[in-house]
């Protein structure tokens, strides 16, 4: 079953650092656009990055941009979101999914597959 799993989370301190990883078995990520989602409790979930397979150009939701970094290795199929500085509404799950388009990726939900279980997030001092 073509599914992703994101790894990388924790529980981190305000102005911390995280590096989320996600991976999946039965994809080559080259081949597609991939996106990070986050939900927080209660809240509708959020594109936050993306990187798109035709040119590698990356798209970040205004709310993280200085501070996420999202990238690609090729090598061990990979797609990572680098995240500084985190702060206190960072907080939720975090999810990669895949897009099957060529331009520049979007960050709506809408359009993505083979979602994973998520790793959660907890910014709090």
């Known amino acids: 079953q073509k599914q992703f799993v994101e790894s990388g989370g924790g529980l981190v301190q305000p102005g911390g650092s995280l590096r989320l990883s996600c991976t999946a078995s039965?994809?080559?990520?080259?081949?597609?656009?991939i996106g990070w989602f986050r939900q927080a409790p209660g809240a509708e979930r959020e594109g936050v990055s993306c990187?798109?397979?035709?040119?590698?150009?990356?798209n970040y939701a205004d709310s993280v941009k200085g501070r996420f970094t999202i990238s690609r290795d090729g090598a061990k199929n990979a797609v990572y979101l680098q995240i500084d500085d985190l702060k206190p509404e960072d907080t939720g799950t975090y999810y990669c999914?895949?897009?099957?388009?060529?331009?520049?990726?979007?960050?709506?939900?809408?359009?993505?597959?083979?979602w994973g279980q998520g790793t959660h997030v907890t910014v709090s001092s």
């Open positions: 999914a895949a897009l099957n388009s060529w331009g520049t990726c979007r960050l709506q939900t809408y359009g993505y597959l083979y």
């Open positions: 039965e994809l080559d990520l080259d081949l597609w656009s």
């Open positions: 990187i798109s397979r035709s040119d590698g150009s990356t």
